[in-house]
């Protein structure tokens, strides 16, 4: 079962809009954080946003003002609203959680990613 299933990915024109959903299994017992992340081509894989367990959200640099993220649901269903997106908002965007499993095994769970295109 894949822990982590995202959405809502595709092609859009730059000051455009796009909203992601990522929805967990029940594989996750229990969400501590929940964030999402972004890798373009040929570029390391970095943290685009994260509501951390102790509440509150952190911003990437890049994206603070024009994306917000969102989490419901015990952070099971969590949400990334792009707003004003720009080409260099271009990536694939993974949505990311730490959680708990019924053993109470902490662990790291990704899910498969979801394309975003910006054209300018």
């Known amino acids: 079962q894949v822990p982590l299933v995202e959405s809502g990915g595709g092609l859009v024109q730059a000051g455009g809009s796009l909203r992601l959903s990522c929805v967990a299994s029940e594989t996750i017992f229990k969400v501590n954080d929940v964030g999402w992340y972004r890798q373009a081509p040929g570029k390391q894989r970095e943290l685009v946003a994260m509501i951390p367990r102790d509440g509150g959200t952190n911003y990437a640099d890049f994206v603070r003002g024009r994306f917000r993220v969102s989490a419901v649901n015990h952070k099971t269903t969590a949400y990334l609203e792009m707003n004003y997106l720009k080409p260099e908002d271009t990536a694939v965007y993974y949505c990311?959680?730490?959680?708990?499993?019924?053993?109470?095994?902490?662990?790291?769970?990704w899910g498969q990613g979801t394309q975003v295109t910006v054209s300018s």
């Open positions: 990311y959680a730490r959680g708990v499993t019924r053993e109470l095994v902490y662990e790291d769970y």
